[in-house]
């Protein structure tokens, strides 16, 4: 260990590095809000856990106890930090954004925050904002030590070759993604610190031989591994490697049983002091939930996928994985632009394709020392161990296919990439190519902050006042002070965009959601989008009075719209419990400012009503459908007709249809049941053929007046799961469609 500290001190790269991670990672904690990465509230609330309730939480639904499945050391190290501040609640609940994960999928900035972000979260931090940071400020430490890891294991192997310790190094340290959880509240770069340990310390074994004393380390480390993550379980793998290759060094003819026996004992030793450091917890997990793990109560708790299933669903899970390892924000609704993932691919691509060529080159020049190559085979081992537990996770749990689970295997496989890049260079070019790779991958973490994170929590900034201002007022609050539909006419499924120019007058007491509503000729809500304005980030009851700002909204019309159909563009302000703010200004109307007429276009050549293709599970498509009325009063009913496409022949059992009419999540009527078609039993189906399904739904006479959506889909007979319905990439979208609205009229209308 003195020999790493010294190597590490004699090596100014390893220090800038980790310098330039630290600040790099100061700021991106400043700058991403508080509870805004994957799982950091529930990361924090464990830590609250300990700091203030002096306690460790058990597994259950109940707030504060969703991640009490993880061990416990890297949460205390956060709470030794962060214990003399004490938040009015420890376990408290944010404020949610109601419109969050707006078309997730997409680059932008429109509604990325999960949460609500005020002014008490400001500096100078205090109550829960500064808990939070404290505690960020703790898991950035952790990170500085897997850089700096991470350079001693490339010097370990390479000690004439900095230029690999360097942009491997570089590779850590500027991946977006392990700085953004290098600065927050999680233990998966606690995880990925406990792995390097593991591997630099298996790698000094390989090179200097077995001993007792060095099994007795590595089992230390194995025990502190095993109570920040129990996944790090695998890396007992990597340790029993290490021992066998250093045994390995030197075989001595007809010893054989003498190394067996000192690979057993030496593993026995590892494995002890293992169990007397990290022993505890799995006893505790035993009596609590009667396995060491935890991990069965926790799959009560979130949920279980079938293996087969996540088999299957593993090749897009793992490309979801690629991207969430090197950049995608908050719970993965902030990615980056696909050209970064592509050329972060062809990077890492070139580094694994190089390092083959370095090897066979290697092998023929005899470039590499014996012990070299078994360093080499163990960094390997690292890397394929991390990626199968990332794969067997992905398999059972429907959160599985996260790149932050691979974070013990990062440094070796950043080791194998920055090989293959620089290796096959000679030796004086490879010294320069390596800093000016490691400044060139600075851009990465960088763009990505100024770029994607900083942008989707950001306020809307200063604008002027228009020529030719509008004066419509709504209530005593905001000013509208021009507005603007960039088109007449849309498609079903097509874009509506409007941009408005505000100023704020005062702000409201409590927040009201920003509408943009498309009304149809029975009045019937063809299209909306709901908002706080700020896209999200500026709610009403934080408005500064005199500010001007300008923002886009998009407004997506339904692949369901009715068409052709002409509707009227409406824009206002609402608060679920208080109403519509009034507007003043305009003949337009009380409580919504009309904007323009919309034209939603139909396609002559359709063959069906409405038509339309919705791919319910490679089962049936939704090809087109009929609602008429879509306006009645309580006590009418209305004749919804569906038209089916029977893509492939059923090999399970028969299937069934629901058609509800809800409000938010509450059923008010419906009919479920067989498809009202010959043959009403799907398996009979044949592919290719449309079916036409027609049925009744009545409204209950107590129904109240207001807006209901018109929900429809696939089960299974017996109770069996709902059909998903698959979008034209192939990812999984809801078990649901939603066919439009129906407007329930009160008595007098």
Not at 189 to 197: K, Q, R, S, T
Not at 325 to 335: D, E, M, N, S, T
Not at 375 to 395: E, G, P, R
Not at 633 to 643: E, F, G, I, Q, V
């Amino acid at each position: 260990m003195k020999r790493t500290l010294r190597a590490i001190r004699n090596h100014p790269w390893a220090i800038i590095l980790a310098t330039a991670y630290l600040v790099l990672g100061t700021i991106y904690s400043v700058v991403n809000p508080i509870h805004e990465a994957t799982d950091e509230l529930r990361h924090y609330r464990y830590v609250r856990y300990i700091a203030d309730l002096h306690q460790l939480p058990v597994q259950s639904g109940e707030q504060g106890n969703a991640q009490a499945h993880h061990p416990p050391l890297y949460y205390a190290t956060a709470a030794l930090v962060s214990f003399w501040v004490h938040p009015q609640d420890p376990l408290y609940e944010p404020v949610t954004n109601p419109h969050w994960s707006f078309r997730n999928w997409e680059v932008g900035v429109d509604n990325k925050n999960l949460y609500l972000h005020g002014p008490d979260e400001a500096w100078p931090y205090h109550d829960a904002s500064l808990a939070t940071h404290l505690a960020r400020w703790m898991t950035l430490l952790w990170g500085v030590g897997v850089v700096l890891l991470t350079y001693a294991s490339l010097h370990l192997i390479f000690p004439d070759r900095t230029a690999f310790s360097v942009l491997g190094t570089a590779l850590v340290a500027f991946n977006p993604m392990f700085l953004y959880l290098g600065a927050a509240v999680n233990n998966d770069v606690p995880a990925g610190l406990a792995g390097a340990a593991i591997l630099y310390a298996s790698l000094c074994v390989v090179r200097d031989g077995l001993t007792t004393r060095r099994a007795m380390v590595l089992g230390v480390l194995y025990g502190l591994a095993l109570l920040v993550k129990f996944n790090l379980l695998a890396m007992v793998g990597v340790i029993g490697l290490a021992f066998l290759l250093a045994l390995l060094r030197s075989p001595e003819g007809g010893a054989q049983h003498a190394w067996l026996r000192q690979l057993a004992g030496s593993l026995g030793i590892s494995v002890v002091m293992a169990g007397i450091l990290a022993g505890w917890w799995y006893v505790r997990n035993t009596i609590l939930y009667g396995e060491p793990t935890g991990f069965i109560r926790l799959t009560e708790i979130w949920g279980f996928r079938e293996p087969g299933t996540g088999i299957a669903l593993a090749w897009p899970e793992l490309r979801y994985a690629w991207t969430s390892l090197w950049g995608r924000f908050g719970y993965g609704q902030i990615p980056m632009d696909g050209w970064i993932y592509a050329v972060i691919a062809v990077l890492c691509g070139s580094g694994l394709l190089g390092v083959s060529f370095y090897l066979v080159r290697a092998k023929l020049r005899n470039d590499l020392a014996p012990v070299q190559w078994r360093m080499l085979a163990l960094l390997a081992a690292s890397m394929l161990i991390n990626f199968l537990v990332l794969f067997a996770y992905i398999t059972v749990s429907p959160a599985g296919a996260m790149g932050r689970f691979f974070f013990p295997g990062l440094s070796a496989f950043i080791g194998l990439i920055a090989l293959g890049l620089l290796g096959n260079l000679p030796g004086k070019v490879a010294e320069i190519a390596a800093p000016v790779l490691a400044a060139a991958l600075l851009a990465l973490p960088v763009g990505a902050l100024a770029a994607y994170l900083a942008p989707a929590y950001a306020i809307p900034a200063q604008a002027d006042i228009p020529a030719d201002a509008l004066d419509v007022q709504f209530g005593e609050h905001i000013r509208l002070l021009s507005i603007q539909a960039d088109t007449a006419s849309v498609i079903p499924g097509g874009q509506v965009t409007i941009t408005a120019t505000w100023q704020v007058l005062q702000p409201t007491d409590v927040p009201y959601t920003l509408f943009v509503h498309a009304l149809d000729t029975q009045g019937v809500i063809a299209a909306q989008r709901d908002t706080y304005t700020g896209l999200g980030n500026y709610p009403s009851q934080w408005w500064r009075p005199g500010h001007i700002f300008s923002e886009t909204y998009r407004m997506f019309v339904p692949v369901t719209a009715y068409a052709p159909e002409e509707t009227e563009l409406q824009i206002g302000f609402y608060n679920p419990e208080r109403g519509r703010l009034p507007v003043s200004g305009s003949a337009n109307g009380d409580d919504a400012y009309r904007i323009a007429q919309l034209l939603i276009e139909g396609d002559p050549d359709s063959r069906y009503p409405n038509q339309t293709y919705v791919n319910f599970g490679n089962q049936f498509a939704l090809v087109g459908y009929t609602t008429e009325p879509r306006a009645l009063r309580p006590s009418d009913s209305t004749t919804l007709t569906l038209y089916w496409q029977a893509l492939t022949p059923s090999q399970e059992e028969k299937q069934l249809i629901f058609a509800q009419v809800l409000s938010g999540w509450d059923r008010v009527a419906g009919t479920d049941g067989e498809p009202n078609t010959t043959p009403s039993n799907t398996r009979r189906w044949e592919p290719g053929q449309v079916y036409i399904d027609t049925r009744t739904i009545v409204i209950p006479p107590d129904t109240a007046p207001g807006m209901y959506e018109l929900w429809v889909g696939w089960f299974g007979a017996d109770g069996g799961p709902r059909l998903k319905i698959i979008a034209d990439d192939g990812r999984f979208l809801d078990d649901y469609l939603v066919l439009g609205n129906l407007r329930v009229l009160a008595g007098d209308e």
